[in-house]
């Protein structure tokens, strides 16, 4: 069974950095693509960005490209997104997936985790 766990959330300031972080129980991490994707309150899910299973092809939403970078550690079971600059457009819930293939789409991801608050004041 495949367990995610989402960490790093929190209240900080416009402008401010977070580094969220994504722990994988189970088998099969390493030939797992993830997917990180955010909630807002009265919105529907959407992408933010994913990483292949060797890391070697990943892909952001515009919204965040340029100030959000994911990375994984095999090693570690780990997913992380760094997310900088950030606004208070960026308040989420932000959730960890893992599926078969790197996709824009939650559809495509069998697993989930519980999500972290993020929370960026003005």
């Known amino acids: 069974q495949v367990q995610l766990v989402e960490s790093g959330g929190g209240l900080v300031q416009a402008g401010a950095s977070l580094r969220l972080s994504c722990t994988y129980s189970?088998?099969?991490?390493?030939?797992?693509?993830m997917g990180w994707f955010r909630q807002a309150p009265g919105q529907e899910r959407e992408f933010v960005a994913y990483i292949s299973w060797n890391g070697g092809d990943t892909y952001y939403a515009d919204s965040v490209k340029g100030r959000f970078t994911i990375s994984r550690d095999n090693a570690k079971n780990m997913v992380y997104l760094q997310m900088n600059t950030l606004t208070p457009e960026d308040t989420a819930v932000y959730y960890c997936?893992?599926?078969?293939?790197?996709?824009?789409?939650?559809?495509?991801?069998?697993?989930w985790g519980q999500g972290t608050q993020v929370n960026v004041s003005s």
């Open positions: 189970g088998r099969a991490f390493s030939r797992r693509a």
């Open positions: 997936a893992a599926g078969g293939s790197v996709a824009i789409s939650p559809d495509e991801y069998e697993f």
